[in-house]
């Protein structure tokens, strides 16, 4: 099989013209029968690495995945393309498995997707051995690393299949993965001899944006006013956080729900459902929700709180914009947050120690992400191990450079009530001494009677803040997450306090004002910016083959993105093909599509042309 053949089976299967970078050297690599370790951002078309080789190969493809959901939503998506493809997990009934069997020993299938689980099962091994088996996939293949974001226990079982099925390529796939967790997937797998295709992690159609967490809610509520017509995920740190932000968002009369591990089987089911089929538009949930969703619409995701590491915060946000259109990333932090995971670490005994001090490590370069004041972009793709050079000119720090200025008095007057505080007051308390607060805890330990209370009365609670936090992440103060979350002078401190250094710190005027513009006009700014791409494709037409598509996808019982995703309906308002030829040419539309739901759309594109000529 040579690239022009793969090439035609891309067009004629999925309607697309040409491969991504990568995927060809990917799927070359399979041919010759050689193992491969793929990691490509989320929605960067990792599947087509493996399902092209699996329906222009003899015999079929395994495909591991962790979550029903997720093998559910790939098979609706292949069988829309005319493929075979087939599941078996614990959702079937024993009929509905076994029909299924049935068709993989007739050689009926070409992908079999199913759970780590049911593949160690005793009974399904039988199976394996008795189909031809010519590709073996695992997908979310972090799951299998311990040193991975999203360790499965499960998945360390698979090492069995590299004896049982020596002359079988296994392809391994994942978005995110350091050198360390690589390295382990291979040895997990027995396949150390992989070649590893490391695809870039940049997305480009994505904003970033990071925001201190001061006053979320209002904000979170005025940004998804400002895109009700569009799909979003707010991710949380807690379920009780997610049930009271989608209250929030529901009394100002947005559609959403939340999600979590505590709710029940039936009910988290609903509102993924609703979800995919666009009937909930905003879906506050934990972590539990994301990896099973291929949904390719969703326009933005925010983080109600830190993650807990850049893989998490990548895969996270890769959930957003899989159509290759614009998507905003929006995340807000705060050192409480910080303080929360310590505790979970703490709290949770399992593990060795090295484990848990990765855990922590991880941690603080998140941290560090949301601190810093350099390119964003720069640095999630630096962590990955990819070089960016320039600056992305997309995230909040390029679009506002801080501007610096000298903070020495500030920081002494800071580091001076921390000293005499005998360093026993934590970020807010600290605050409160500078600006002159009365409160009762200070009067009690008599903290007003101090040199330097009352010293940056000068300054709002939200400027000392973010100066505070910026002297933390230059190595000022330190803090005692296990006493309190208490300031603790640094070295650097040490000098400042004694006039040997001086430093300068970004301006919190800077960074106020601009919170200001994003509570006024910041949302509509976003908005404006989809419909001035709309208006280039002409907004009418657009949603009335979103009407269509929603109408044929709710009779046929699969999400609408299955039909057409929204890049495919934008290109189709702005080319406006009414003629096969010319409906073949849009990306996304394979022959089967073609055949199947190009008569209705190229109906409405003749009707809107007629009606506005």
Not at 74 to 91: C, M, P, T
Not at 160 to 175: G, K, M, N, Y
Not at 226 to 231: A, C, G, M, T, V
Request: proline residues 4%; charged residues 25%; positive net charge.
């Amino acid at each position: 099989m040579n690239l022009e053949q793969a090439e035609l089976a891309l067009k004629n299967w999925f309607g697309y013209d040409h491969f991504r970078p990568l995927q060809w050297d990917v799927i070359n690599a399979i041919y010759q029968g050689n193992d491969a370790l793929v990691l490509m951002p989320t929605g960067g078309g990792k599947s087509i690495c493996f399902q092209i080789p699996a329906i222009t190969m003899d015999g079929m493809t395994l495909v591991i995945s962790p979550l029903i959901s997720l093998m559910k939503d790939q098979v609706e998506s292949l069988k829309a393309n005319g493929i075979a493809a087939a599941f078996i997990n614990s959702s079937q009934s024993i009929t509905e498995q076994a029909e299924v069997e049935q068709k993989v020993l007739s050689n009926d299938i070409k992908l079999l997707y199913v759970s780590p689980e049911k593949l160690v099962s005793g009974s399904f091994m039988p199976l394996l051995r008795a189909c031809k088996l010519r590709l073996l996939a695992i997908d979310e293949a972090h799951c299998i690393s311990s040193w991975g974001h999203d360790f499965r226990p499960e998945y360390t079982q698979l090492k069995f299949l590299r004896s049982e099925f020596p002359d079988v390529p296994f392809i391994a796939l994942t978005a995110t993965a350091d050198k360390l967790t690589r390295e382990d997937i291979k040895a997990q797998l027995g396949i150390t001899e992989a070649k590893t295709f490391l695809s870039s992690f940049d997305r480009p159609n994505f904003t970033m944006e990071v925001r201190q967490g001061i006053k979320k809610i209002p904000q979170i509520v005025s940004y998804a006013k400002s895109r009700n017509d569009e799909s979003g995920i707010v991710y949380c740190i807690s379920r009780k956080a997610t049930e009271s932000l989608a209250e929030s968002l529901k009394a100002a009369g947005l559609s959403a729900d939340f999600y979590h591990a505590g709710m029940k089987v039936e009910d988290r089911d609903r509102v993924q459902e609703d979800f995919i089929n666009d009937r909930l538009q905003i879906v506050c949930a934990t972590i539990a929700f994301g990896m099973g969703i291929d949904k390719s619409n969703v326009r933005y995701v925010i983080h109600h709180n830190l993650p807990q590491s850049i893989e998490n915060y990548y895969q996270e946000i890769g959930r957003a914009g899989r159509d290759g259109l614009a998507a905003d990333t929006i995340l807000f932090y705060s050192l409480n947050d910080v303080a929360t995971y310590h505790f979970l670490f703490e709290k949770d005994q399992v593990g060795d120690p090295s484990e848990k001090s990765l855990k922590y490590t991880k941690l603080e370069r998140m941290l560090e992400y949301a601190q810093s004041m350099l390119c964003r972009r720069k640095i999630l793709l630096n962590y990955f191990s990819e070089d960016y050079p320039g600056n992305c000119g997309k995230c909040d720090i390029c679009k506002n450079p801080p501007k610096f200025f000298d903070a020495t008095i500030e920081t002494q007057k800071a580091l001076s009530a921390v000293a005499r505080t005998n360093q026993r007051v934590g970020i807010g308390l600290l605050i409160d001494i500078l600006r002159g607060s009365n409160k009762k805890e200070i009067i009690v330990k008599k903290y007003h009677q101090i040199k330097t209370y009352g010293a940056g009365g000068d300054l709002s609670a939200f400027d000392w803040k973010f100066l505070i936090q910026q002297m933390i992440q230059l190595g000022v103060f330190e803090i005692a997450y296990h006493s309190g979350n208490q300031l603790r002078i640094g070295t650097l401190g040490k000098e400042i306090l004694t006039g040997k250094q001086r430093i300068n710190l970004a301006r919190p005027t800077e960074l106020i004002q601009k919170i200001k513009e994003q509570k006024t006009k910041g949302g509509s700014k976003s908005k404006s910016k989809t419909k001035a791409v709309l208006s280039a494709i002409d907004v009418d037409l657009f949603q009335k083959l979103r009407s269509l598509r929603r109408h044929i996808a709710k009779a046929a019982g699969v999400p609408p993105y299955v039909v057409f995703s929204d890049a495919s309906l934008q290109e189709m308002s702005q080319q406006r093909p009414v003629t096969k030829p010319e409906f073949s040419l849009i990306s996304g539309v394979g022959e089967k599509k073609l055949e199947k739901y190009g008569p209705a759309f190229m109906g409405v594109i003749r009707e809107y042309v007629a009606a506005t000529a």
